[in-house]
T-cell receptor, first 116, second 110 residues
Framework: NAGVTQTPKFQVLKTGQSMTLQCAQD?????MSWYRQDPGMGLRLIHY???????DQGEVPNGYNVSRSTTEDFPLRLLSAAPSQTSVYFC???????????????FGPGTRLLVL | AQSVTQPDIHITVSEGASLELRCNYS??????LFWYVQSPGQGLQLLLK??????LVQGIKGFEAEFKRSQSSFNLRKPSVHWSDAAEYFC????????FGAGTTVTVRA
């Protein structure tokens, strides 16, 4: 049981380049989400998904796309990277249909992205 | 809309002293509340959580938190801090979407 995994751990991009941040979980969680972390701002929700085929926008979705074709995977795509997207990105997952304790979100180790 | 405020950006505490981190939330119903800890360069680790029931919640690493509905607070405490507790601490409130506070950085001096 690997939990939530993210790749790559670190990436440097030039402005305008595209890339996909990978996220996978092996806990059969319905809910998956992407956050970005910036100094002094905590974590902000980018996109989330409550199940395969269903995605929705969070607080800061502009410049990012997501899809959810399987329960396990939730990739985050940057179509044209900008310096403002330099950040640390975290993926998280949890059960969503059950109440209470099982809604706890588990986080991946993060991806550090630098856009020049 | 839900939101979380952590009033203290940075706290310095001596090793062995007590620690209290403040968290205030805004949420229309009974909240699910969490404290996470992040060591430098690491991901987020869940310290403890409150869903219902006993308002004093025990977590890992000797931490506890108390939910006070009347004050909309969920403050984190530890009676005696260790050098390894130096980290950034985040309070969060959850519906389906987790809303985080800006975080409190804890420095532990010898």
């Amino acid at each position: 049981n690997a939990g939530v995994t993210q790749t790559p751990k670190f990436q440097v991009l030039k402005t305008g380049q595209s890339m996909t941040l990978q996220c996978a979980q092996d806990m059969n969680h319905e809910y998956m989400s992407w956050y970005r972390q910036d100094p002094g701002m905590g974590l902000r929700l980018i996109h989330y998904s409550v199940g395969a085929g269903i995605t929705d926008q969070g607080e800061v979705p502009n410049g990012y796309n997501v899809s959810r074709s399987t329960t396990e995977d939730f990739p985050l795509r940057l179509l044209s990277a900008a310096p403002s997207q330099t950040s640390v990105y975290f993926c998280a997952s949890s059960y969503s249909r059950l109440q209470g304790q099982k809604r706890t979100q588990y986080f991946g180790p993060g991806t550090r992205l630098l856009v020049l | 809309a839900q939101s979380v405020t952590q009033p203290d950006i940075h706290i310095t505490v001596s090793e062995g002293a007590s620690l209290e981190l403040r968290c205030n939330y805004s949420y229309g119903a009974t909240p699910y509340l969490f404290w996470y800890v992040q060591s430098p360069g690491q991901g987020l680790q869940l310290l403890l959580k409150y869903f219902s029931g006993d308002t004093l919640v025990q977590g890992i690493k000797g931490f506890e938190a108390e939910f006070k509905r009347s004050q909309s607070s969920f403050n984190l405490r530890k009676p005696s801090v260790h050098w390894s507790d130096a980290a950034e601490y985040f309070c969060a409130v959850n519906d389906y979407k987790l809303s985080f506070g800006a975080g409190t950085t804890v420095t532990v001096r010898a």
